[in-house]
């Protein structure tokens, strides 16, 4: 078996290179020839011993931000009824209300309004004000809800598929619903989106999938 001696393997007569028979040097005495080998054993790096020697590190290119492309909501039509009950409501509270004989009877007319105006009209409208597309550069954002909010993502390089399909009243108000399919259990509706041509094919440009024409429900 080789021994192991002090002139191989100390690290200062592996650095500075072979020295005295003592293992010794006398001072003053100028630095021996380095190893390169051995600085690289003990954790000094090549440079150091080689000028030639360089190492290039690739800077670490920064992902392009998340840009946002468009916001929107159900289109507006919805509340055309909404805010008909809300006029018909307080026109009628205001030419009956306080001429009834009793006065439990005009305090009933007053809660009667008082519900139809939250029920029909001020729900509605926050369920529509809750209700919101997004579009960026990266995915598809649906958010429903105020107080209970749901959220779904879906990001554009898993979409497959993306269609326009619109009823004839929609397509009167160039609105429609664009069904985006991301697999074979993923698909997000962007229900009576406004613009829904251009929205559809916004998306399509994106994910490469060109839309086809609009059709109507069972065309």
Do not use: K
Request: proline residues 10%; charged residues 20%.
């Amino acid at each position: 078996m080789a021994r192991r001696t002090r002139e191989t393997d100390s690290f200062d007569s592996v650095v500075r290179g072979p020295g005295p028979a003592d293992g010794t040097y006398p001072p003053g005495a100028p630095p021996a020839r380095r190893d390169p080998a051995a600085t690289e054993r003990f954790g000094w790096g090549a440079a150091n011993v080689d000028p030639g020697y360089t190492t290039s590190v690739e800077p670490v290119r920064p992902t392009a931000p998340e840009t946002v492309l468009v916001r929107t909501r159900p289109h507006a039509r919805r509340l055309t009824v909404p805010v008909l009950v809300l006029f018909a409501t307080v026109t009628a509270f205001g030419y009956f209300g306080g001429r009834f004989p009793e006065e439990w009877q005009n305090w009933a007319a007053l809660a009667v309004a008082c519900a139809l105006v939250f029920f029909a009209t001020l729900l509605p409208f926050l369920a529509w004000l809750g209700h919101r597309y997004t579009v960026t550069t990266r995915r598809i954002i649906a958010r429903r809800g105020i107080l209970v909010r749901q959220r779904q993502d879906v990001y554009l390089a898993r979409v497959s598929d993306v269609r326009l399909r619109r009823t004839p009243l929609q397509a009167a108000y160039a609105s429609g619903d664009v069904r985006v399919v991301a697999g074979p259990e993923l698909t997000l509706i962007l229900h009576d989106v406004p613009s829904a041509r251009l929205v559809a094919d916004l998306l399509g440009d994106l994910t490469e999938h060109p839309t086809p024409p609009s059709h109507l429900p069972g065309s």
